[in-house]
């Protein structure tokens, strides 16, 4: 069907179920709790309840600023990335050539390399839909701390109370930021069905063991794990 054979369907369901998978694993699965998101909403928790003390909240204010400015730039890298991704449609014919003559790559039709890229497009819009929302949430989370009473209230409930909305909107907007990123990583490995359908499958393969591996046993989730145990 449009030029793909068993082995490009083998390959995008693999594609599907490595992401949904992993989605599952770091965020609702039985290992999540050792996650390094998980580990990272916890300090997102303890900064934020940190600050109801403070009487000089400039720190926090940059803070937010940092993590509204990273999520700007991702927002509008996607932007670029659709408007790349669409740009290769223009070429379809050419490409369909120049595949032809590698001796490496699978041989495409015009119907097979226009699907791909409308789904590489498809999945740049996905993370720009999270970045834009995320970015939102923060934008809502810096009205949510700048609304946490003064230091002098600290005890109080209503303080403690508002202090908890900010964090659990702060820890929305990571999970969305997360998941932008995530699409960009599995972006990568969808580059690789360009190529052929075994490049796709190893490249998603790749792509999934160094994102596991990055939230379970890199170096930057033992140090955070490290002050856990200590804490």
Do not use: H
């Given at each position: 069907?449009a030029?793909?054979?068993?082995?490009?369907?083998?390959?995008?369901?693999f594609?599907?179920?490595?992401?949904?998978?992993y989605?599952l694993?770091?965020?609702?699965?039985?290992h999540?709790?050792?996650?390094?998101?998980t580990l990272?909403?916890?300090r997102?928790?303890?900064w934020?309840?940190?600050?109801?003390?403070?009487?000089?909240r400039i720190?926090d204010?940059?803070?937010m600023n940092?993590l509204q400015?990273?999520?700007?730039f991702?927002?509008?890298?996607?932007?670029?990335?659709?408007?790349g991704?669409?740009?290769?449609?223009?070429?379809?014919?050419r490409?369909?050539?120049i595949?032809a003559d590698l001796?490496f790559?699978?041989?495409?039709?015009?119907?097979?390399w226009e699907i791909?890229?409308?789904?590489?497009a498809v999945?740049?819009a996905?993370?720009?839909f999270k970045?834009?929302w995320?970015?939102?949430l923060?934008?809502?989370?810096?009205i949510?701390?700048?609304?946490?009473?003064p230091h002098t209230?600290?005890?109080?409930p209503?303080?403690?109370?508002?202090?908890?909305e900010?964090?659990?909107?702060?820890?929305v907007?990571?999970l969305h930021?997360?998941?932008?990123q995530?699409?960009?990583?599995?972006a990568l490995a969808?580059?690789?069905?360009?190529?052929?359908?075994?490049l796709f499958?190893?490249?998603?393969a790749?792509v999934?063991t160094?994102?596991w591996r990055?939230q379970f046993?890199?170096d930057s989730?033992?140090?955070?794990?490290?002050?856990s145990r200590a804490?």
């Open positions: 069907m030029g793909f054979g068993t082995l490009d369907f083998i390959a995008i369901a594609f599907a179920a490595a992401w949904i998978g989605l694993a770091v965020e609702v699965g039985p999540a709790k050792r996650s390094l998101n990272m909403n916890e997102r928790e303890r934020i309840m940190e600050s109801v003390k403070r009487e000089n720190i204010t940059q803070v940092g400015n990273g999520t700007a991702f927002a509008s890298t996607s932007l670029i990335a659709i408007g991704s669409l740009t290769l449609l223009q070429s379809a014919d490409v369909v050539q595949f001796p790559a699978t041989p495409t039709t015009r119907a097979a791909k890229v409308i789904g590489l999945i740049f996905y993370a720009f970045f834009g995320s970015y939102r923060f934008n809502y989370c810096a949510l701390i700048g609304a946490i009473p209230e600290a005890d109080k209503e303080t403690l109370a508002a202090a908890r900010a964090v659990k909107m702060n820890i907007a990571g930021f997360n998941r932008g995530r699409a960009f990583f599995f969808y580059l690789g069905w360009f190529i052929s359908p075994w499958l190893i490249a998603t790749a999934l160094v994102m990055r046993v890199s989730a033992a140090a955070v794990g490290a002050g804490a």
